[in-house]
């Protein structure tokens, strides 16, 4: 398995939830993409990512801007992925789901490499 194919794996998982969010139970399945994307960050933390271009490095930073749960609620008994995710805007939403659709699409096309 190249670097690529893990996080490749992950963010695809994350598009797949986010496309089956408009039909279904959005909260739920938003907080899943974010497990999925949480992974793969953790992933890409370990790894030298000096092998990223510009416009990933953009849409991480954006990916994790939109994930951000600082200043929320940690009880013990909450899940921060849904309590985040009850709080994103339709425009958030949207854009969330072109990041996590940019970063699948790219991490695709260079574990294929």
Same mark, same amino acid.
Request: aromatic share 14%; hydrophobic share 40%; charged share 35%.
């Given at each position: 398995m190249n670097k690529y194919e893990y996080p490749a794996?992950? /963010?695809?998982?994350? #598009?797949?939830? &986010?496309?089956?969010?408009?039909?279904?139970?959005?909260?739920?399945?938003?907080?899943?993409? /974010?497990?999925?994307? #949480?992974?793969? &960050?953790?992933?890409?933390d370990k790894l030298n990512v000096d092998y990223l271009d510009d416009g990933v490095i953009k849409a991480l930073g954006e990916l994790k801007e939109l994930m951000d749960t600082t200043g929320l609620d940690n009880r013990p008994d909450l899940d921060l992925n849904i309590v985040k995710a009850k709080l994103l805007t339709p425009d958030q939403k949207v854009e969330l789901s072109g990041?996590?659709?940019?970063?699948?699409?790219?991490?695709?096309?260079?574990?294929?490499?």
């Open positions: 794996e992950k /963010f695809d998982n994350a #598009r797949k939830f &986010l496309e089956r969010s408009r039909s279904e139970d959005d909260v739920i399945l938003i907080a899943d993409a /974010f497990r999925e994307c #949480r992974t793969a &960050l953790f992933q890409l990041v996590v659709n940019y970063l699948a699409n790219w991490f695709d096309t260079k574990s294929g490499e």
